[in-house]
C-alpha cells in the first residue's frame, strides 16, 4: 500500500469548490437526501492528501488491494461484489465491460498527485447513472484551487519500491485552468512475482465561459505486473494499458435550467500471461481489447432533472472472442419540500441489446431539528454479467453464456447527529438480491465457475462517529456488520471473499503545524475467515516547502487474505518526500 502522506497542510483554505455531491443532478443541494462520505472532508477523517485505501476505508468500504495496491483493486461497498459498485469519475461512468478488477484501473494511478479527491455513497440503485450500483457509488473529483499549486514527489520502500510524480494545477488566466499529472512507479514486489513497472499521465483543461463551462480530459498508463495468485495459484504475468479522452460541457440556458453534456471515450487493453515463465509455443496468452464510447445530455432546475445516455461497449479478445453491448437509457427525478420534509424521487428506463430494465428510487429526509435528520431510501439495482463472467475459459476459471442479469432490491433508513466539531452517522439496510452472479468452487473439474444464486438476502448496520478537537486532533471511529441469508448457499464456496464484520479506529494528532500523526486499528473479520487485526499509521514534518513522511502498513505483519487460497501484503515500510511550490 502506497500512501504519499503529506502533513496536515491545511489545502483545504485554497479549495475553490467543494466535491460535487451527484446523487441527484437536481440543481438545490438540499435534495442530497442520503450521507455522502467525502474525501476532502475532514470529519470524515481525511485531512491531509493520503491513498484512498488506507485512510478512506470506512468501514462500510472494503478495497481487496494486489501489488501495495497499484495495480488490481476490488472495490466492495455495503457488503457487495467487486462487480457491484458503480465507478465514476466527474460523473462519467468508469465501469470496465471486461471485468471489475479493471474499474478503478483510471483514476488510482493519479491517486497519489494530490489532485484528486472522491466521494462515496452506500446504498443501492442510482436512476441517474444506471447499472451497477448494488452498494453504491464512488466519484473521484479534481480539485481546484485559487492560487498555482505544483510539486514533486519521491517515495522509495521495501521491495525496492520506487516512485515520482510531478504535478500541477495551474490558473492560465481567469478563464482558464489546467491540471497536469505524471506519475511513475517500479518494484520487485512484497512477495514472489508481484513486481511492476508504471507510468500515468492526466491532463484536464478547463475553460470558463458566461453562462457554464467546459473540461477537456486526458489519461493515460501502462501497467506491467506480476499477478502471483492474482486470480487463480499461477505465477501469473499482467501488461494493461489505458486511455480516456472526454469533454463534458456545462451550460446555463437560465439561471435556474442547467444543460448538461458528457462526450467521452474509453480503450482499455489487457495481455494475461497464465505463466509467465512458460516460454513455449503453446503457452496460455490471452490479449483483449476493450472500446467504451459513451455520450449524455441532461437538463436540470431546481427541482427536477431529466435526460438521455447512449454508451457502446466493445471487445476483441482471444478468449473471450468479438461482442457488441449497446445501452440506451432516459433518466428522469423531482424532488419537493414541504416545511421539515425532503421528497426526492427519480425514474431510468434502460435498453441493453435484448434486456431492458425499469429503476425506480425514492429517498426521504426529515429534519427532526436543525442538526438532526432523519432518512428513508428504496431503489432498484440491476446488472449484466461482465464479458468474462460470460465468455471467459482458462485452466482455473470457467465463465457461462447461460448467465442472467442480477437485479437486487435495496431498502435503507439512518440517521445523522452534527453537532459542533462531533459528527455520528447510523444507518441500516437491507439488500434483496436475486440471480446474484458469484465464482463458485467445482471441485469436479477443479474450476472457479460463474453462475448464479438464485437469492441472497443481505442486512448491514453501520456505525460513524468522529469528533476534532481544535483542528489539532481528529478521533474516528466505525464499525459495520453483515448478515446474508441465501436460498442455495449451503456448501458454496466462493472465490471472493464478503465481509463479515469490521470495526475501525482512527486517530489523527497534528504538533506546532508542522508535524502529523495519524494511526488506523482494523479489526476485520470475512465470512467463514477468522478475524485479524490490520493496523497502518504515518507520520509526517513539514520543513518550509519541503514534506518529509514515514509510513508502515500492516504494522504487526498480520497474514490475511484477500482471496479464496490467496494472501494480502505483508507489512511494508516507506519513506516519501515532497516540494512543494519549488
Known sequence: ????????????????????????????????????????????????????????????????????????????????????????????????CQTGHFNLDLPMNFFHSGLLTAEIQPGGSFSLYGSNAFGGYLNFQTLEYDENKYDVRFSMGE??????????????????????????????????????????????????????????????????????????????YEKTRGLFLGNTSNYYIKDNLLVNLKIYYKKHNDTFFLNRFDNSPNAYINHHKTFQYTTELSFSSNNYSTGIFLQKNTI???????HNRYNYAFFGEYGFIYKKLVIQSGMRYEFYNENNFLSPQFNLKYFVFNNINIFLSGGYSYRLPSFTELYYHSPSNLGNSELKPEKAITVESGITFIKNRMRVNFYFFHRNEKDLISWIENKDISKWVASNIDKMKIYGENLNISYEFNNKLLLYFSGVFYQYDSSNKKGIVEKYLRPDYKLQAIISRSFWNKVNLLYGINYIKNVTYDPYLYSFMSIGYQYKRVVFSLEINNLFNTEYDILKYIKGDPRNILFNISFLNF
Not at 49 to 58: I, K
Not at 63 to 84: C, H, M, P, W, Y
Not at 217 to 235: I, M, Q, R, V, W
Open 159 to 236: 521491495g525496492n519500491y520506487l516512485s515520482s510524480s510531478l504535478n500541477g494545477f495551474f490558473n492560465i488566466n481567469k478563464n482558464n485552468n489546467m491540471l497536469v499529472s505524471f506519475v511513475k512507479q517500479k518494484s520487485d514486489g512484497l512477495r514472489e512475482n508481484t513486481d511492476f513497472s508504471n507510468i500515468s499521465t492526466l491532463i484536464k483543461d478547463k475553460i470558463k465561459f458566461k453562462n457554464g463551462n467546459s473540461n477537456f480530459y486526458f489519461f493515460y498508463f501502462e501497467k506491467d505486473f506480476g499477478a502471483n495468485d492474482f486470480y487463480a495459484k499461477f505465477p501469473s
Open 316 to 322: 476483441n479478445s482471444s478468449n473471450l472472442g468479438n
Open 1 to 96: 500500500m502506497v500512501i504519499f502522506f503529506i502533513a496536515k497542510l491545511n489545502f483545504a483554505q485554497f479549495y475553490l469548490d467543494t466535491v460535487s455531491v451527484i446523487s441527484t443532478k437536481i440543481l438545490n443541494n438540499q435534495f442530497n437526501i442520503k450521507p455522502v462520505f467525502k474525501l476532502n472532508d475532514s470529519l470524515s477523517l481525511i485531512n491531509s492528501q493520503n491513498n484512498f485505501f488506507q485512510y478512506f476505508s470506512l468501514s462500510n468500504i472494503d478495497v481487496k488491494f494486489r501489488s501495495n495496491g497499484e495495480n488490481i483493486n476490488d472495490l466492495s461497498i455495503n457488503g457487495a461484489t467487486f462487480e457491484q459498485n458503480l465507478v465514476l469519475f466527474e460523473g462519467m461512468r468508469l465501469n470496465d
